[in-house]
């Protein structure tokens, strides 16, 4: 690893200061899970019969809920019978070293952090997660998993769909809880607040296979880039954020898989932060 960014890295863990992890689709592109816009991504491929911009948004639910959900249940499928890989790891890691410290801020619906073992306190998913599903007409904000029995059980019984998930509190059809494009972000189901109020005490952002397409995580890379905050971005492509990091006093850009270079991140910063760690 470059020696200036192994003693970034030992600083900002020495120091006081939040240290932020970002994560995008690349994350989980080595458990098996497509991103969006790569060439197998689930934007590129699209569904048969709609294009994904159209799929995703709310004007769809409301007219073809049982396609959108088909859709979403073939997702968690897949979802389902990945497993979180060493990058998920070493973020389980970081937070065991930083505790308070630590923020993760994840675009992915997949649910493979909390699966890896990053507390729910610390992880904000700020796309939703697709495990769960919450009222469609809003009857109140609770969240709910996704009952088995509409659960696919193979990827090709994804597509078929015996009857579509309700409101347990008032039998009102549910929705996926998952941030839709026509939709926008919010503290209650998405972290607004949080995720902004995490960059804003943020002196180590970490971004980590993304390419930058959505408003939220644009706005907490720019609120850390203002205030002086050290970027470093983990992503085999290039992407905005490297180009934020380029343009960073202190930046970093690490050319590499997720699962390649999380490991090497985490043990240069336990070793700053004299943790052997498990
Ligand atoms: P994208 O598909 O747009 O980008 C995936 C990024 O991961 C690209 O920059 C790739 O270069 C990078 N990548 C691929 N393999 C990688 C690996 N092994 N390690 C590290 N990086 C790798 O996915 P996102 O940026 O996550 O939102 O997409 C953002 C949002 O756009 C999604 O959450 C979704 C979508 O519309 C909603 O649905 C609301």
Request: glycine share 10%; proline share 6%; charged share 20%.
């Amino acid at each position: 690893m470059n020696s200036s960014l192994r003693t970034v890295l030992e600083e900002t863990v020495r120091n006081p200061g939040g240290i932020t992890v970002l994560t995008g689709a690349g994350i989980s592109a080595e458990s098996g899970i497509p991103t969006f816009r790569g060439p197998e991504g689930y934007w590129t491929v699209g569904s048969a019969v709609y294009r994904p911009e159209e799929m995703a948004t709310w004007a769809m639910f409301s007219r073809k809920p049982e396609e959108v959900w088909r859709w979403y249940l073939y997702r968690l499928g897949v979802c389902r019978r990945a497993e979180p890989n060493t990058g998920h790891r070493a973020l389980v890691g970081m937070e065991h070293l930083l505790g308070e410290r630590f923020t993760l801020i994840t675009q992915n619906v997949d649910g493979l952090h909390l699966r890896a073992g990053n507390s729910r306190e610390r992880t904000l998913e700020i796309h939703g997660n697709l495990n769960f599903m919450r009222c469609a007409v809003a009857c109140d904000d609770a969240v709910y998993p996704i009952p088995d029995t509409v659960l696919p059980t193979r990827e090709e019984e994804g597509l078929r769909l015996s009857a579509l998930p309700r409101c347990p509190r008032c039998g009102a059809l549910a929705r996926p809880h998952v941030l839709l494009f026509d939709e926008c972000y919010n503290e209650i189901h998405y972290h607004l607040d949080s995720a902004l109020s995490a960059a804003a005490q943020t002196t180590l952002l970490i971004v980590v296979g993304t390419s930058g397409a959505t408003n939220l995580p644009n706005q907490v890379a720019r609120l850390v880039f203002q205030r002086g905050g050290v970027i470093v971005d983990v992503n085999p492509n290039t992407n905005p954020f490297a180009e934020l990091a380029r343009r960073n006093e202190q930046g970093f850009i690490c050319q590499g898989t997720a699962a390649a270079v999380l490991p090497e991140l985490l043990h240069v910063m336990a070793g700053a932060g004299g943790w052997s760690g498990s």
